[in-house]
Nanobody
Framework: VQLQASGGGLVQAGGSLRLSCATS???????????VGWFRQAPGKQRELVAD???????VYADSVKGRFTISKDNTKNTVSLQMNSLKPDDTAVYFC?????????WGKGTQVTVSS
């Protein structure tokens, strides 16, 4: 199973972007995974968890994005989305969709998010 991410781009500080993660095969339900979420990696920094959501709907957020980002599941579109509001230049990074099922980890190709000051 492969993951596909979309929605990155360039935005000014204070703006918003929405990222979406889907499986590469429409017949595979993204909600079969235990957790689905987003990591990001800025130049010269380690990859870090941004947010994830369990199959039961429990969400986890990095402290740096709490109150600004919202992760959600869209059952009709079979996607997991990350709504990013009040973006800051520090949010600039490559964002990766990630899914976990038991001890297996799946990664999508990254999508660039650039926030200009």
């Amino acid at each position: 199973v492969q993951l596909q991410a979309s929605g990155g781009g360039l935005v000014q500080a204070g703006g918003s972007l929405r990222l979406s993660c889907a499986t590469s095969t429409a017949s595979v339900n993204i909600f079969i995974f235990d957790t689905v979420g987003w990591f990001r990696q800025a130049p010269g920094k380690q990859r870090e968890l941004v947010a994830d959501i369990t199959s039961g709907g429990i969400t986890v957020y990095a402290d740096s994005v709490k109150g600004r980002f919202t992760i959600s599941k869209d059952n009709t579109k079979n996607t997991v989305s990350l709504q990013m509001n009040s973006l800051k230049p520090d949010d600039t990074a490559v964002y990766f969709c990630h899914a976990r099922s038991y001890d297996l980890n799946y990664w999508g190709k990254g999508t660039q998010v650039t926030v200009s000051s």
